[in-house]
């Protein structure tokens, strides 16, 4: 008895010692970090005779390029003078990895100055929301040269609640879906794509039917997962991909309905059922996984994607297959591009107002974008015209991270030998012609239906591959499928999402 | 020897007449067990086989375990990918031995003394490490830990020291020494005048050899396995182990096809990760070391996975 008393209390000594360290220890560190910041900044105001400040920037990518050293090098030589910062620069993989990392160093407060975000890396609008980015809307105003490069409209896309907390890419701002197209196949059947462009998509189906007569190993249609004509149909989607509540994509109401069974995917579906039945779509659609290994295959005519000038070309270079490109749906600009990709200054960095000039040079460089971009000249380049450059080494380069669309504005990139010269000038164009969507700049938020989000989603996965691919009789599945929405809440998740829209609307 | 050794073998005789197990069921367990290794072994062998596969065969008729047409050109790719993979490969092979070695050494120093009546302790040190086992701090505190109070972030060492302690494995061996190391060899060593660690380094380890044999293979196939670690902790892509690069490329790709990264770009980039057949390349290369490290283990492994058992 007295032998657990004594242990029992010397568990308590030890608790509390430990307690006691631990706060000791974190007391300094804290009020530490406090001073370092005040320090710094008002250093800021002093010029050039302090040392450099080291800038730490996150981006989404295959992998760290191995002769990132290298080009980080050359980069510094050039920023010292300009800014007098040193960058190091950080690459991780996509989906989990990037986020996994990203979201933990920012919830652990690390002092890293600039990261990658988006509505798909990193969760701009979630990390936003929980304070964990600077507000930027005071250097905007400060330095206004990024504000003159994007433009108003697309600048207040990415804010929230008025608020900048990301800048995004001067890229493509608007999206359109359409079809690529097996060249070859086109030309040998003489195909008028013309009659085809900005129609509906059943107009497709002679040119399917064609090939599905003459070409027998051939399958008329390349489908995976959510990379399906379904996208043709180009919902305004509220929250993800598959997630039910939509709002049609030509303005012309503000009423959000669950887009899974509204009359235009049946009818979708119905024409998917009837390709598949024709045998247009292969009978194992359903359970396939990734679109650009099938069109590699060369065993597909067509598939339907997010097209933008040039698209054609890229993928012609990318699966070693000839394709032709056919629009289908008209460009519209929404939230899709505006955080599509965006840099954010996380609250921890030690010196917010030098990453953000950082940032503007991105904007505002061409020799520093390029040389991040595409690495060190005839070294990993060389260039062969004005703007136009070719890889030395394409199949072994030590540096070609494809960073160009992540950051800045991506107009002052070079165009490579294999690119249409006029690639520019058409994304320019092409930007123009988008329809401005009414709900630019509406950011759902999900905090009050999470169990309804997860529920939806857990039946939109059971039944959109099916659907999708025309593998199931329309009716009773897509009767069984809005029933089973319903259970799941999918009412008072539609409902939310028009009050929030609602709300967000009357306050503009 | 002949005449201790014959009544011995003629009582398991006689006991195992009694024991046997009917030809019937003598098959089906059989039968279980041979389908329970070819459901383990026949992913291995698919692997195996989708990483000789032709590219272009894999794309046209998908997976085979006799593909029509064989091809090296993935471990070309492996191979001549740069110093990456090996680079990898060192990092996993020095974290995996280095973290053995300290685990063991870790956990049987933590382990012995709880397993000594004398030790007047032994009861709250049980609870210390029973209580890690329930009740942990959480991600971010633990993140925390291993940057800023211990700052090993980005070092070799912060892929070893996490796992360093493990509860679970300290009472495996707290066990195993009970029931292997009798009190009175202890005190008859004592009686001869050896001190505390040299009864531990001389007679009690070397007695122990099966425990610690089963426990340094569990640590062997932690490290080696472990992407989590350079996950949380390494940005550096030079201190990145094999395990954690193959995880970056399938999660990366995973992610690309899966629908919800329809960005413009990511066809495009999908386009540049490696092949079906090289990534299958990789996890063929990548779980060698371990293949071999399995049968060197095997002998004391199962002597090890009876402990706690009452022995005759």
Redesign the interface.
């Known amino acids: 008895m007295t032998g657990r008393r004594r242990i029992f209390s010397f568990f308590v000594t030890v608790l509390l010692m430990v307690t006691i360290i631990l706060t000791g220890c974190s007391g300094p560190s804290t009020s530490g970090g406090g001073t370092e910041t005040t320090s710094g900044d008002s250093g800021k105001t002093q010029t050039t005779e302090e040392p450099a400040v080291k800038l730490t920037w996150y981006l989404v990518g295959n992998r760290q390029e191995p002769d990132t050293p290298k080009v980080l090098a050359e980069a510094n030589k050039y920023l010292k003078d300009k800014l007098n910062v040193t960058l190091d620069l950080y690459v991780f993989g996509w989906g989990d990895e990037y986020d996994q990392k990203v979201n933990t160093a920012l919830a652990a407060g690390e002092p890293i100055d600039i990261v990658f975000t988006a509505n798909w890396a990193a969760n701009y609008n979630v990390n936003a929301a929980s304070g964990y980015f600077t507000e930027l809307n005071g250097f905007l105003e400060k330095y206004p040269a990024i504000k003159q490069i994007l433009g108003e409209d697309f600048l207040n896309g990415s804010a929230i609640n008025g608020k900048n907390y990301g800048l995004p890419t001067n890229k493509e701002k608007v999206h359109n879906w359409g079809w690529l197209l097996r060249k070859d196949l086109v030309e040998k059947y003489n195909m008028d794509i013309e009659s085809i462009r900005y129609k509906p998509i059943e107009a497709i189906e002679p040119f399917l039917k064609t090939i599905k007569e003459n070409e027998p190993e051939i399958t008329p249609i390349c489908i995976a997962t959510m990379d399906a004509p379904f996208q043709l149909l180009d919902w305004d989607r509220i929250s993800d991909d598959d997630v039910p509540g939509a709002l049609y994509p030509d303005n012309r109401d503000y009423t959000i309905i669950n887009h899974f069974v509204a009359p235009e995917s049946i009818n979708l579906y119905n024409l998917m059922r009837d390709w598949a039945n024709k045998g247009y779509i292969h009978p194992d659609a359903a359970t396939m996984q990734n679109q650009v290994e099938l069109m590699k295959s060369g065993k597909y005519f067509a598939a339907s994607q997010s097209l933008k000038p040039g698209k054609d070309a890229e993928m012609s270079a990318s699966t070693g297959i000839e394709w032709v490109q056919v629009d289908v749906t008209r460009p519209v600009m929404s939230n899709r591009e505006t955080t599509g990709a965006l840099l954010a200054i996380p609250r921890a960095s030690k010196n917010p107002e030098k990453a953000f000039l950082f940032i503007e040079l991105l904007y505002t460089d061409k020799y520093l974008k390029n040389l991040l971009n595409y690495g060190i000249e005839n070294v990993h380049y060389k260039k062969i015209g004005d703007n136009v450059i070719e890889l030395i080494d394409p199949a072994n380069s030590g540096y070609n991270p494809g960073h160009g669309w992540k950051f800045g504005d991506q107009f002052k990139d070079y165009l490579m030998s294999n690119e249409d010269p006029q690639k520019w000038e058409k994304f320019l164009k092409f930007n123009e012609e988008g329809l401005v969507l009414n709900s630019l700049g509406f950011v759902f938020d999900k905090t009050n239906v999470e169990t309804q989000i997860s529920s939806c989603k857990n039946v939109v996965q059971a039944y959109y591959k099916q659907l999708f691919t025309g593998a199931v009789e329309v009716e009773p599945t897509v009767e069984q499928f809005a029933k089973e929405l319903k259970a799941a809440g999918v009412d008072e998740l539609i409902a939310e999402m028009q009050r929030q829209y609602d709300e967000w609307r009357n306050s503009k | 020897m002949d005449n201790s050794g014959m009544p011995i073998s003629r009582i398991f005789k006689k006991k195992s007449i009694g024991n046997r197990i009917s030809p019937v069921n003598n098959i089906l367990i059989n039968l279980f067990f041979v389908v329970c290794s070819v459901v383990c072994i026949a992913p291995i062998l698919l692997i195996i086989a989708i990483s000789f596969t032709d590219e272009?065969e894999l794309?046209?008729n998908g997976y085979s375990f006799f593909p029509s047409k064989y091809s090296l050109k993935a471990y070309d790719y492996v191979i001549?990918a740069?110093?990456?993979i090996w680079r990898a490969y060192g990092v996993s092979i020095l974290v995996t031995l280095l973290g053995t070695v300290l685990s063991l050494m870790v956990i049987c120093l933590y382990a012995y003394p709880l397993s000594r009546q004398s030790f007047k302790?032994r009861?709250?040190f049980s609870?210390?490490a029973y209580f890690t086992m329930i009740f942990g701090g959480g991600?971010?505190p633990w993140?925390?830990v291993y940057?800023?109070?211990i700052p090993i972030k980005n070092t070799i060492w912060v892929m070893i020291v996490p796992y360093l302690m493990n509860a679970w494995y300290m009472m495996i061996m707290r066990t195993f020494f009970k029931t292997t190391i009798h009190e009175s060899i202890i005190e008859s060593a004592k009686i001869d005048g050896a001190g505390e660690f040299r009864i531990f380094f001389v007679i009690v380890l070397p007695l122990c050899r099966a425990g610690l044999a089963t426990i340094g293979l569990f640590c062997t196939l932690g490290y080696w396995n472990d992407w989590w670690l350079p996950?949380?902790f390494i940005?550096?892509?030079r201190l990145y182990n094999i395990q954690y690069l193959m995880?970056?490329?399938l999660?990366?790709?995973?992610?690309?096809?899966?629908?919800?990264?329809?960005?413009?770009?990511s066809?495009?980039?999908?386009?540049?990760?490696p092949s079906?057949s090289a990534r299958m390349a990789i996890a063929v290369i990548s779980i060698g070391p371990i293949v071999f490290a399995y049968p060197f283990f095997q002998k004391y492994f199962v002597k090890g996975l009876t402990i706690g058992a009452v022995k005759g």
């Not at chain 2, 990366?252 to 629908?259: C, D, E, K, P, R």
Request: negative net charge; without cysteine.
């Open positions: 272009k794309l046209v001549t740069g110093d990456t302790y009861n709250f609870f210390f991600i971010v993140y925390m940057t800023q109070l996950l949380m940005t550096e892509y995880y970056q490329t999660n990366s790709i995973q992610y690309l096809v899966s629908g919800s990264a329809q960005f413009s770009e066809s495009k980039i999908l386009a540049e990760l079906e």
